[in-house]
C-alpha cells in the first residue's frame, strides 16, 4: 500500500525559506513520479513542483521558479521542497502525490496536473506573514 506523508508546513515571514518533506512507502521500484500540490483559501489546488524517481527530471510551475527546488533521497524514502524567498502568496496547504508505478519512460509537463496521480498525502500548513 503506498502511502504519503508530508511534514515541514510552519509560519514564516516573508523572505523566509521552508522545507517541506514528503515521506513515502509502499514502492517496490523506483518507478514513481511525486508532485507537490498547493491550494490556497477558495482556489483549486495548483502543481507546484514534481520529479521523476527514475531519472531525477523535475518540473517548476512559472510561480515558484528559482525559489523552490524539489529534490528526492532514496535513502530515506523522501522528496523534499525547498522553498525559498517565501511570498504571502504562497500561503497554502502543500499536499504531496505520486504516481505509482509510472507507466511513461519520461515524465513531462504534465505531471503538474493533478489526474497524473493516484495517491495523496493529507497536506501540511504552510503561512506565510507579511
Request: hydrophobic residues 30%; aromatic residues 14%; negative net charge.
Amino acid at each position: 500500500e503506498v502511502q504519503l506523508v508530508e511534514s515541514g508546513g510552519n509560519l514564516v515571514q516573508a523572505g523566509g525559506s521552508l522545507r517541506l518533506s514528503c515521506t513515502y512507502s509502499g514502492f517496490l521500484f523506483d518507478d514513481y513520479a511525486i508532485g507537490w500540490f498547493r491550494q490556497a483559501p477558495g482556489k483549486e489546488r495548483e502543481g507546484v513542483s514534481c520529479i521523476s524517481g527514475t531519472d531525477g527530471t523535475t518540473y517548476y510551475a512559472d510561480s515558484v521558479k528559482g525559489r523552490f527546488t524539489i529534490s528526492s533521497d532514496g535513502a530515506k524514502s523522501t522528496v523534499y521542497l525547498q522553498m525559498n524567498s517565501l511570498k504571502p502568496e504562497d500561503t497554502a496547504v502543500y499536499f504531496c502525490a505520486a504516481r505509482y508505478p509510472l507507466t511513461v519512460v519520461h515524465i513531462t509537463k504534465t505531471f503538474l496536473l493533478q489526474n497524473e496521480y493516484d495517491y495523496w498525502g493529507q497536506g501540511t500548513q504552510v503561512t506565510v506573514s507579511s
